[in-house]
């Protein structure tokens, strides 16, 4: 799937179909990706209050039959944990765990300990970016639950577009969605959520980067305080994106 004649197809149909598909629901787009790819599209989730909607939606369309993982940097918080345990209960499926090549230690003892505090760039990339990168290059397509409204870097992203950083087609189903419609969906069908949103933790990663914020503040300020930084890699396009 990964070849470069069926790239190139891919991204034509893409450009063909992306009008269109901005006025499709996100259970639209979600079958369309499921149907389009099969078991070579999953869903990538950090089970954020916008990861909940988004594998409920799945769930309600396909039952146990699709494919969720996430990146575990063995640095999330405990409630995170809990959370993945009551997924798997509720909707019978196994989460796909990816982890860094290095544990923590191992880590530490190469780049010094604290690296999320001195280089939180380097800390994401190493636990985040790369294990993600091994993992899409088993898929044709990923799923995500990226919305315009959360950063500058996400507001030009499209429903089903061509990831120029990694290589294959990227879905975002509820990119045109707000954060008060995610909340009425959660709240309208019962779906399980971080318990950490009702403390004033708007959007959740690792225990050392992540904070609550105040009321004044921007809902990505409780991430990498102190450093001019609201994303960590997964969705921004570099220098390499081009390979």
């Known amino acids: 799937m990964r070849h470069t004649a069926l790239k190139d197809e891919f991204r034509e149909q893409i450009a063909k179909l992306q009008p269109a598909i901005e006025n499709w629901s996100p259970q639209q787009v979600l079958t369309w990706a499921f149907d389009s790819f099969g078991g070579d599209v999953a869903i990538s989730s950090a089970f954020g209050a916008s990861g909940m909607a988004l594998i409920d939606m799945a769930a309600r369309l396909r039952g146990a039959d ?3 993982f996430t990146i575990d940097t063995a640095f999330l918080f405990p409630e995170t944990y809990h959370l993945m345990q009551r997924i798997e209960q509720k909707y019978g499926i196994a989460i796909e765990r990816v982890y ?5 230690p191992e880590q530490e003892r190469e780049y010094g300990g604290a690296l999320w505090s001195r280089d939180p760039d380097l800390c994401c990339k190493l636990r985040k970016v790369e294990p993600l990168r091994r993992k899409l290059s088993e898929l044709a397509a990923w799923i995500t639950s990226i919305r315009r409204d959360q950063t500058e870097n996400r507001s030009s992203a ?13 879905v975002n189903p509820i990119a ?6 995610v909340w009425r969906y959660i709240h309208d069908y019962g779906v399980p959520y971080n318990p950490l949103h009702d403390q004033d933790y708007p959007s959740i990663g690792c225990t050392h980067c992540t904070r609550p914020v105040l009321p004044s503040e921007d809902q990505r300020a409780g991430r990498w305080a102190g450093f001019a930084k609201t994303e960590c890699g997964l969705h921004v396009i570099d220098n390499a994106s081009n390979d």
């Not at 860094?100 to 923590?104: G, L, M, T, Y």
């Not at 045109?176 to 419609?181: G, I, K, L, V």
């Open 100 to 104: 860094a090549a290095q544990s923590p």
């Open 66 to 68: 699709f494919r969720l």
């Open 158 to 170: 499209r429903k089903i577009e061509w990831d120029l950083k990694f290589g294959l087609v990227k």
């Open 176 to 181: 045109d969605w707000s954060e008060m419609e």
